[in-house]
């Protein structure tokens, strides 16, 4: 997701609260249970890609077939190249948050979340002197078979996150900006081997209670700094919305 448009969301979570009634600002936060937990169901939002070129190098000078005159020298073999492109996408997510008030509006939190379905494809074309033949085509040359396909289509990857922070109400009241801070890891599996990447977290979110029970929606950024799969910086933006209960 573009950096504006990641900020745009969290300013409109910070935004929303303040046209609840007046004095929900000044409100008594003594009553406020120091545990909650959240069931959440929502979005991870992802685009890691890393690309790989491979150049069959200039051959030796070598004689030519039966039938054709002279030899094939270096610079006359066609340049041949193979490009490949490997991305992982979105994924559904579903998680629980728990989270215990060291203060009337600063809480540590602790949470664990599954994304099950991931997209990992690969792509790749084929080209001699300029001329290429894309992914899609590779299925009608001899050879092609079934294995073949699968892997042309894409797997999917399952992300296990797991990490804690703090989280800080801005207001007091029922309705309840609340901005996140706090470090975790993903653990990757389903692309033939197992990874695991730490991540920084920063985001925001808005809780609205009924007493004891109530809702809570997070855009939080998952900033992996060396992801398994492109090797450098990637944002994993997760989007949920879960019950909440208090005690």
């Known amino acids: 997701m573009p950096a504006p448009r990641l900020l745009s969301i969290l300013a409109l979570l910070l935004i929303l609260p303040f046209g609840a009634p007046a004095g929900a600002d000044d409100a008594d936060t003594s009553d406020t249970p120091k545990n909650q937990i959240v069931v959440f169901g929502g979005m991870s939002i992802l685009d890691a890609t890393t690309k790989n070129s491979y150049r069959l190098p200039d051959g030796p000078n070598f004689p030519g077939f039966p039938g054709l005159p002279g030899r094939f020298r270096p610079g006359q073999i066609p340049d041949f190249e ?95 900006p609340v901005v996140i801070f706090g470090a975790g890891g993903a653990t990757w599996s389903g692309s033939g081997r197992t990874e695991t990447d730490f991540e920084l977290r920063f985001g925001a979110g808005l809780k609205i209670l009924f007493g004891n029970l109530g809702a809570r929606v997070d855009v939080v950024d998952h900033l992996v700094l060396d992801h398994f799969l492109s090797g450098k910086s990637e944002h994993n933006v997760q989007v949920t919305a879960g019950f909440l209960v208090g005690f």
């Open 82 to 176: 193979i490009a490949t492109s490997t991305s992982l996408g979105n994924s559904a997510l579903f998680g629980v948050r728990y989270s215990r008030y060291l203060k009337d509006r600063l809480a540590v939190e602790a949470d664990f979340e599954v994304g099950p379905t991931h997209d990992l494809e690969t792509n790749g074309e084929v080209c001699v002197s300029g001329r290429c033949i894309g992914s899609g085509g590779f299925d009608q040359l001899p050879g092609f078979g079934p294995q073949d396909r699968r892997m042309a289509q894409g797997r999917r990857v399952t992300a296990l996150q797991y990490g804690a922070g703090l989280a800080y109400d801005i207001t007091g009241g029922d309705v309840r």
